[in-house]
């Protein structure tokens, strides 16, 4: 039969299918059933129900025996009787038996939350009461289990459930070492919770958390709670020592309080060496049904104080690792009200931290709030070379006021300055300021104030700087700034647009600047320009600018009386300068500007428009009389002409006439671009139309290694093109000179440079020297006299010249030539030629061994190079060097060698060693001397890092050895296990410094 027939009865079987076997018997009210039965598929207050029993029914009263049923998953056993059957109002009085039950299983069965909970529980109950919600209690127990990975054991409380919620009383587990009671109580108005654990260890609970979440102390923890209606009562004694959470040292924790209707008060204690934290005070609650609500309607009455506190470690601890603040932390505070209306009062002390990247020695404020609003009563700072004070009040929300002023000064900016930045700012004097923060968060306004004495910045020294500043809007206001110098005042004064965001000038707003200045001495600028720069002079100046951005209207002028100039730049100094700047309107006149410069001088007048529709518009000019250059780089002239640079539209145009004399260049100056002019850098929009003529007494020079330069020329060129490819069109033609290189000097023939579009500035070059040298021929039929006279031609572009070489008298091949012209004489002699050569081109250049070969060089077709070949490459090298610009290190840079020397040996002989790289590690060694004996040698070098070296050379000797001389070369370190005597041999040598 349909179990749920039964409903009506007042049985709380609400589905099922019903067996029953038996007898029945009639009876005084109704029949009587002593049988069994059994149900299945049932359902009991919505659990699901299965089970058998015994049953003896008589007069609405029913007796059961040996029943086994499964609720919602749990099996068990039960006996009793249900009296009042057929009422409506059964009543109840059953006792059963869970001897062992899943609880994850039956959590879920009820529809509550599992927790990660495992384990079996054993239960004995009471089922009574009336109806169809019967009331359940009676002993619950889980001898083990876990919950989030935490065990524990001897778990049991003393449970009741029934139709006005549910209790859980006289409970207790076993967590690790730690016994715990714990009690609770859900019912309809009513909740309580109680937790006491007299020794308890922290750690035992770490399991439960995650990892990293872990806890650590010793103490005792008791705890309850009870909301009763509108009444709250919780007391609470917490005392563990060494209490740790995650890697927080928290410290000591003593906590206690207690509550009287709503009224909470008690005090805490927590801290150890990383701080001391100290409260006390009471709380009066508003219980409400959400718990935000209760803390927003309570009344509080609250005091707390801590000593000694570590920000690095609790501003992160508690979740703000973002802010970058460190210090040890001193303060106190009360709070007393209702939310949103807290009045806070107190005050806090750092020291000895940080604020980002600047140091803080101390910090000090006090501090009150009521509702909305933040007074800042006092605050001070020290840190290293800063001092500064606030006072005044902020509004917390958008729209309050703010009044807040700050004050601060420095008498160590540069200390203050690198401290902020981390880097060297060229800034120093003792500076005080002031800001007063207006208006609200949305709209703020800045009034600012400073002063400043005995300052340097770059090395101007100011002796005093002031001014004030406002910033209102996107409006920026420069007020009765300036600046005292040594001698003379400059102010400024104005207001000027400025867009915050994103930072800008924006159009079409008005501006008005005003600069003034009153005999300011030029020489407080010295140092701005450095290379013992001295200028000299008054500057005076009554400027203003009005109008709008787009359309700046200038009136006033700027003046200078008694200019001078010198400096490492140009040593011809310049003096009596003078002259006037003026503006109108969009234009800028110079005029009545004259110098002396050395023994000359030169005038300049001129006029710009800098609103032209195509850009600005300007034509100046600049004559010079006599004028004097003498510089270190380009060398000294006397400068006489006119200059004039204009400019309508597209490029501005340098045009004029010029006559240089008395002038020395450096041949140098030719080679400071490529053959188009190319220029480092952005060019400049300049074009040129410059006629150039080399007067009387203009010479250029130069020097290399062991060389000189020095010849005169005459002629002229004109300059065109634009500043990114100029060009010269032009001849200067030599009119005598010297060349002088190693020990012998050149009487210049004849020689020109030539100068044509063509080739930018980039100048051909045709020269003809000829020397006398001594002539050690053994041959007297050929040369009768011991000497000979030596002519060198050399001609092309001057990146790219010839050399040839002839002798009188005639006969002598080009490497005897340049054998001749060796220092110390005598290079060929002892030299064995290698047949098999090949000569680089004489107007070419060529790449041997990855390194470039200068046209003229002999070279092996196998890559290696006879000394004679040396000798030409070093004279080839240094003739060109002679005539183009300095040249260090000449064989290397023009061989690919990594080494050359010539060297003196100890018994006067003339030698030369070459090194040539043929890998990373790896090195090909030549030496030879010239005399006699004469030695060879060549070898292999290996040098794996910085501190070992290993060589194995081979070594040819003609000639006498002299006593105590070894063979080989005598330009290395000595080589161990070398033989004393012998005109050939090897050797191998291994080499370890010791640091």
């Known amino acids: 039969m349909n179990a749920s027939s039964l409903h009506a009865l007042g049985l709380p079987l609400e589905a099922g299918n019903l067996a029953a076997a038996g007898a029945i018997s009639p009876g005084a009210s109704s029949p009587s059933f002593d049988g069994g039965i059994s149900i299945a598929d049932g359902r009991v207050q919505g659990y699901p129900f299965a089970g058998s029993a015994g049953v003896d029914f008589a007069d609405g009263r029913a007796a059961f025996d040996h029943v086994v049923a499964s609720v919602a998953g749990i099996d068990g056993f039960a006996n009793g009787s249900i009296g009042n059957i057929g009422s409506g109002a059964p009543t109840y009085d059953l006792h059963a038996a869970i001897p062992a039950g899943d609880v994850a299983s039956a959590l879920r069965s009820m529809r509550v939350p599992t927790y990660e909970m495992a384990g079996t529980f054993d239960a004995d109950l009471r089922i009574g009461g009336a109806g169809s919600l019967p009331s359940i209690s009676g002993l619950v127990g889980m001898p083990a289990g876990s919950v989030n990975g935490l065990p524990f054991l001897d778990g049991r409380a003393f449970i009741a459930a ?136 309570s009344r509080y009455h609250l005091s707390a104080s801590v000593e000694n506190l570590d920000l690095g470690l609790w501003v992160a601890a508690i979740g703000f690792p973002q802010v970058p603040i460190t210090g040890r932390a001193f303060g106190d505070a009360t709070m007393i009200g209702t939310y949103p209306a807290l009045r806070l009062q107190g005050s806090a002390q750092l020291r000895n931290g940080t604020l980002g990247r600047f140091p803080i020695d101390s910090f000090d404020i006090g501090f009150g709030s009521e509702g909305s609003r933040l007074d800042i009563e006092h605050a001070e700072l020290q840190g290293p070379g800063v001092t500064a004070r606030a006072s005044g009040s902020v509004g917390l929300r958008r729209s309050d006021p703010i009044d807040l002023r700050v004050d601060a000064s420095t008498d160590d900016l540069p200390a203050f300055l690198a401290n902020l930045t981390k880097a060297p700012v060229p800034v120093s004097g003792a500076f005080q300021g002031s800001v007063h923060v207006g208006g609200t968060l949305t709209a703020l306004v800045l009034d600012a104030s400073f002063n400043a004495q005995n300052v340097h910045v770059v090395g101007v020294p100011i002796a005093t700087l002031f001014g004030s500043v ?58 701005l320009f450095g290379h013992h720069t001295m200028l000299g002079g008054l500057i005076g100046a009554h400027a203003s600018i009005a109008g709008t951005v787009e359309d700046p209207r200038m009136s006033g002028s700027v003046t200078l009386a008694k200019g001078s100039y010198q400096s490492d730049y140009d040593r011809a100094p310049i003096s009596a300068a003078t002259g006037t700047l003026s503006f109108s309107g969009s234009s800028i006149s110079l005029a009545h500007v004259t110098a002396n410069v050395g023994a000359g001088n030169v005038a300049l007048s001129g006029r710009a428009d800098v609103t032209g529709a195509s850009g600005a518009t300007f034509d100046g000019t600049m004559t010079a009389h006599g004028a004097q250059f003498n510089s270190p780089t380009y060398g000294t002239a006397t400068i006489d002409g006119t200059f004039r640079l204009t400019r309508t539209t597209g490029n501005a145009m340098l045009s004029g006439n010029t006559t240089i004399t008395n002038a020395t260049i450096p041949f140098a100056v030719f080679l400071g671009s490529n053959g188009n002019g190319g220029t480092a850098g952005a060019a400049w929009p300049l074009a040129f139309d410059l006629k150039m003529k080399a007067g009387a007494n203009v010479r250029v020079r130069g020097s290399g290694y062991g060389a000189g330069l020095d010849i005169g020329g005459t002629g002229s060129a004109a300059l065109g093109g634009t500043f990114a490819a100029p060009t010269l069109d032009g001849r200067f033609v030599s009119t005598g000179g010297t060349l002088t290189y190693f020990d012998r000097s050149f009487r210049v023939l004849q020689a020109n440079v030539a100068f044509t579009p063509a080739d930018g500035i980039l100048p051909a070059l045709y020269a003809v020297a000829t020397a006398n040298v001594v002539n050690p021929d053994p041959d007297i039929a050929r040369n009768p006299f011991g000497a000979a006279d030596i002519t060198i031609t050399v001609s092309g572009a001057v990146d790219d010249l010839k050399v040839d070489f002839t002798s009188d008298p005639p006969g002598y091949t080009r490497d005897q030539i340049i054998a001749l012209l060796a220092p110390f004489g005598g290079f060929v002699s002892g030299i064995q030629f290698n047949p098999y050569q090949v000569q680089i081109p004489g107007g070419a250049a060529a790449v041997v061994n990855n390194a470039p070969v200068p046209g003229g060089v002999f070279v092996q077709r196998n890559g290696t190079l006879t000394v004679s070949q040396e000798a030409f490459s070093i004279l080839n090298a240094q003739f060109a060097s002679a005539l183009l610009a300095p040249v260090e290190n000449v064989l290397g840079e023009t061989l690919g060698v990594s080494d050359v020397n010539l060297t003196l040996g100890y018994f006067g002989n003339v030698g030369i060693s070459v090194r040539r790289v043929l890998g990373k590690t790896v090195s090909a060694v030549y030496s030879s001397t010239f005399g006699l004996p004469n030695r060879q040698s060549f070898g292999i070098q290996i040098a794996p890092d910085m501190l070992d070296a290993a060589s194995l050379s081979f070594f040819y000797q003609t000639g006498q050895l002299r006593l105590f001389e070894s063979p080989g070369t005598e330009f290395g370190p000595v080589l161990l296990g070398q033989p004393l005597e012998g005109q050939s041999g090897f050797s191998f040598t291994f080499q370890h410094f010791f640091k």
């Open 162 to 297: 029934g139709s006005g919620g549910v209790s859980a009383q006289d409970g207790s587990v076993l967590v690790g070492t730690t016994r715990a009671a714990f009690g609770a109580v859900a019912q309809r108005g009513d909740n309580a919770l109680q937790l006491r654990a007299p020794t308890a260890t922290l750690s035992d609970f770490n399991n439960f958390f995650d990892t990293g979440d872990t806890l650590a102390g010793k103490g005792s923890i008791a705890l309850s709670l009870l909301s009763t209606g509108s009444r709250l009562t919780t007391a609470g004694d917490v005392d563990v020592r060494g209490f740790r959470f995650r890697s927080l040292p928290i410290g000591d924790t003593r906590a206690v309080w207690s509550s009287r209707r709503n009224l909470v008060s008690g005090s805490l204690a927590v801290g150890g060496s990383e701080g001391l934290l100290r409260a006390r005070g009471a709380v009066v609650l508003s219980p409400q049904a959400q718990w935000q609500a209760t803390i927003e309607r």
């Open 470 to 527: 406002r910033l209102h809007g996107n409006r920026l206001e420069l007020h009765n700034a300036g600046a005292t110098f040594t001698h003379g005042t400059a102010t400024l004064a104005g207001d000027l647009p400025i867009r915050l965001h994103p930072f800008g000038l924006p159009h079409n707003t008005p501006v008005s600047f005003t600069v003034n200045a009153t005999d300011v001495d030029a020489s407080v600028f010295d140092a």
